[in-house]
């Protein structure tokens, strides 16, 4: 069956950076486009970015475009969000999930001031 595991959250002071990860299983990785989402304290769904299959096509919110990197390898089954720079406004839970509606458990990202 289809599993998404994300991976890498946790508190990080403002200006610093995270790295996460999300490990793919029950598919055929490399045939799906993936996207992150994240999840604000006051629930509010955003879509950070997305990746095609070969990850030659990369989409970012303009919240975080020129401050997160999202990329994958797909000898590995997992997609990667790198995230430089945080601001206190990043703090969510951060779900990766298939184009077509699967989603993981989410990482919890804690940006303090």
């Known amino acids: 069956q289809v599993q998404l595991v994300e991976s890498g959250g946790g508190l990080v002071q403002s200006g610093g950076s995270l790295r996460l990860s999300c490990a793919a299983s029950?598919?055929?990785?490399?045939?799906?486009?993936m996207k992150w989402y994240r999840r604000t304290p006051r629930k509010e769904r955003e879509l950070v970015a997305s990746?095609?299959?070969?990850?030659?096509?990369?989409n970012y919110a303009d919240s975080v475009k020129g401050r997160f990197t999202i990329s994958r390898d797909n000898g590995k089954n997992t997609t990667y969000l790198q995230m430089n720079r945080l601001k206190p406004e990043d703090t969510a839970v951060y779900y990766c999930?298939?184009?077509?509606?699967?989603w993981g458990q989410g990482t919890q990202v804690t940006v303090s001031s």
């Open positions: 990746i095609s299959d070969t990850g030659v096509i990369t």
């Open positions: 029950g598919f055929r990785f490399s045939f799906y486009g």
């Open positions: 999930a298939r184009y077509d509606g699967y």
